[in-house]
């Protein structure tokens, strides 16, 4: 059995209750908020090994938010981040997803997106190209994503993986 922490943030209790029994039914010591300042309130206190964040929760961008302020804290740079999310995922096979979402903001089918989620297929490394308040264009290195709803078949086996990194 492991005892790894699992940090979920959504404002969405139901979704909450769904993932905490799936996680708690493997093992997993699960903690949980409802928006950025609660997470990383609980994060600091806690130090989870792994992190699920909701993209809308307070503000259109909050989750994105978050992982960008976890990732950049030296406590949490190694921690795995995962984004939940019904926005469509971009797939590509060249290493660098950022370059490849610079890529897809010139190209007139995508440069007006608001948000655009990259996940390399060959390396996994993944990533959010997203527009800020200000019309700037932010980038935010995550670990992967999960569709909503979660798929228990899809959520275990990838924080299986992640936690073996």
């Known amino acids: 059995m492991s005892t790894k922490k699992i940090l979920i943030v959504d404002d969405d209790v ?3 209750n769904v993932m905490s029994t799936i996680l708690e039914n493997e093992g997993y010591v699960v ?14 206190t806690e130090v989870p090994d792994i992190a699920i964040l909701d993209v809308m929760m307070t503000s259109h961008y909050e ?21 939940q999310t019904s926005i469509e995922i971009l797939t590509t096979t060249k290493e660098s997803v950022r ?3 610079r ?5 007139p089918n995508y440069k007006e997106l608001q948000v655009i ?5 060959v390396s996994g ?11 700037t264009t932010v980038w935010v290195p ?14 275990l086996p990838e924080i299986k993986s992640l936690l073996n990194k």
Do not use: H
Not at 31 to 44: C, D, P
Not at 142 to 155: E, R, T
């Open 14 to 16: 139901d979704i909450i």
């Open 31 to 44: 903690l949980t908020a409802n928006s950025k300042e609660e997470a990383l309130e609980l994060a600091k």
């Open 63 to 83: 989750g994105f938010e978050l992982a960008k302020s976890l990732s950049n804290n030296p406590v949490f740079k190694n921690m795995p981040i995962l984004m």
């Open 99 to 101: 370059e490849m979402a």
């Open 103 to 107: 890529q897809f903001r010139q190209d």
């Open 117 to 121: 989620l990259l996940k390399d297929l």
């Open 125 to 135: 490394k993944a990533g959010i190209d997203y527009r800020a308040e200000d019309g």
């Open 142 to 155: 995550v670990d992967g994503f999960l569709q909503k709803p979660v798929d228990s078949k899809k959520l």
